[in-house]
């Protein structure tokens, strides 16, 4: 059990410190001198761990030792107001537990390798990003990022110079409230920048909660290249997931609940997405003012080759819709997806867009700009589950009405195996389904 030193003067801790045995597993401090101190003197494997209260530093705490983590006594229990922490070129450091209040920060810069994030609490107004992840292979998860109303993004995923930090798993945090007013530039997650599009990050961004992501139309704005997005669950935002810029990025298995999909670039692939819209507009073939973007461009992208498959899409009118602009989506396919609107066209496409539509099941209005050889005018058969979620009934149409071949769709959204001939949409059918929305208890600094 971690002992608690809150009641010791910081002479006497600094002097526990020093007589405490070399090998000692987990040292506890009560201050942030004396953790200063402890971390100059660290060895690999060591716990430092700094009793609750609130700590207002004149500079931030510099973490330089290897292969070590630096903790609350309790998650949340340890609240700095200004100061915070500055990591050095480390590797293998976790950061855990802490409330960055204030002007308190926390940034991993690109010689932090393989830094874990976890457990932190970035609370209210920050100048720039709340976090800024430069370092290869840094882990980011359950932490919750909270109530700004300034510019700046909560996480920004960003690298040295012109490269990208590669390898960032960003899972299970709770980004909550983001009320920037502003038309740009409140993004909850933004993966590299449009000048970084080339780059290949290979990021996971999964199983993240976002409500109230409204400080952007972007919630996860993608700005960067071989990316997979999926698991998430966006509630009542203003932003989308945006793929802005970059290629070959995945979006796959995401609940989104008025919210939706956006893309830009090429090489997509889009499925087993399940977007619940009151409003119109639930996926979004992005037009764009040049036909490829240049790896600095900062002009929106047309997608080329772009697969939107297996979705299940619900909204009122234009629920697939295109984006005005002078280069139109190319080469793109929109198959086997569940389209159900309210009334009128559930597609729109731009006149010039070269798109293939096969296997999609149409209910509650037309087909709008779609081919008749595309779709199926038809009753899904969609039900609502005991979780909310609209899924296939027995007998629904869509089971094992498929066209083509999508090789890479092997599971649906729950995720459960896809057998025989996949069902259209992002729902497989079966009684033994498990999926749910992500909500607070599933994340965040508390969550398992």
């Known amino acids: 059990m971690i002992r608690s030193l809150a009641a010791v003067g910081a002479a006497a801790l600094l002097s526990s410190f020093v007589h405490a045995p070399a090998h000692a597993a987990v040292v506890s401090v009560s201050s942030v001198s004396s953790l200063q101190a402890a971390i100059d003197s660290a060895r690999p494997g060591q716990r430092l761990v700094l009793a609750g209260g609130v700590h207002a530093a004149d500079h931030p705490v510099k973490i330089t030792k290897s292969g070590i983590t630096v903790a609350a006594q309790t998650v949340g229990g340890t609240?700095?107001?200004?100061?915070?922490?500055?990591?050095?070129?480390?590797?293998?450091?976790?950061?855990?537990?802490?409330?960055?209040?204030?002007?308190?920060?926390?940034?991993?810069?690109?010689?932090?390798?393989?830094?874990?994030?976890t457990r932190n609490t970035y609370n209210g107004n920050k100048d720039g990003a709340s976090l800024s992840v430069s370092a290869d292979d840094v882990q980011v998860d359950h932490n919750t990022f909270s109530n700004r109303t300034n510019q700046g993004v909560y996480l920004q995923i960003t690298g040295p110079g012109s490269e990208i930090a590669k390898r960032t798993w960003i899972h299970?945090?709770?980004?909550?409230?983001?009320?920037?007013?502003?038309?740009?530039?409140?993004?909850?997650?933004?993966?590299?920048?449009?000048?970084?599009?080339?780059?290949?990050?290979n990021a996971i961004i999964e199983y993240n909660l976002f409500e109230k992501a409204d400080g952007d139309s972007e919630a996860i704005s993608v700005k960067s290249s071989d990316n997979t997005v999926r698991y998430n669950t966006i509630r009542n935002s203003r932003g989308y997931i945006v793929l802005r810029h970059g290629n070959r990025t995945t979006v796959e298995g995401n609940l989104l609940f008025n919210s939706g999909i956006r893309f830009h670039g090429n090489d997509h692939k889009i499925y087993n997405n399940y977007v619940e819209n009151t409003r119109d507009r639930a996926m979004v073939f992005g037009s764009g003012s040049e036909a490829d973007s240049g790896p600095t461009s900062k002009e929106h992208d047309r997608p080329d080759r772009v697969t939107v498959a297996f979705n299940t899409l619900i909204g009122t009118g234009e629920v697939v819709d295109?984006?005005?602009?002078?280069?139109?989506?190319?080469?793109?396919?929109?198959?086997?997806?569940?389209?159900?609107?309210?009334?009128?066209?559930?597609?729109?496409?731009?006149?010039?867009?070269?798109?293939?539509?096969?296997?999609?099941?149409?209910?509650?209005?037309?087909?709008?700009?779609?081919?008749?050889?595309?779709?199926?005018?038809?009753?899904?058969?969609?039900?609502?589950?005991?979780?909310g979620l609209f899924r296939l009934a027995s007998g629904s149409p869509a089971i094992d009405a498929s066209v083509g071949t999508y090789s890479y769709v092997t599971r649906d959204f729950d995720p459960q195996a896809r057998s025989g001939k996949p069902d259209v949409g992002a729902d497989e059918y079966s009684t033994s389904a498990t999926r749910k929305p992500l909500t607070k208890a599933d994340v965040g600094p508390s969550a398992p």
């Open 79 to 117: 609240v700095f107001t200004s100061g915070g922490f500055e990591l050095g070129d480390v590797r293998n450091v976790t950061v855990e537990g802490f409330v960055f209040d204030g002007t308190s920060t926390l940034s991993v810069p690109p010689g932090a390798q393989a830094t874990r994030i």
């Open 172 to 201: 299970h945090n709770y980004f909550y409230n983001h009320q920037f007013s502003g038309s740009n530039g409140g993004e909850s997650i933004r993966l590299g920048y449009s000048h970084k599009q080339s780059k290949s990050a």
């Open 322 to 387: 295109s984006d005005g602009g002078n280069f139109k989506p190319k080469d793109c396919v929109l198959a086997n997806n569940i389209i159900r609107g309210s009334s009128g066209g559930v597609v729109s496409m731009h006149a010039g867009s070269v798109v293939k539509y096969e296997g999609n099941v149409i209910w509650g209005g037309t087909g709008g700009s779609m081919p008749s050889s595309g779709y199926k005018s038809v009753d899904p058969k969609l039900v609502k589950d005991a979780n």
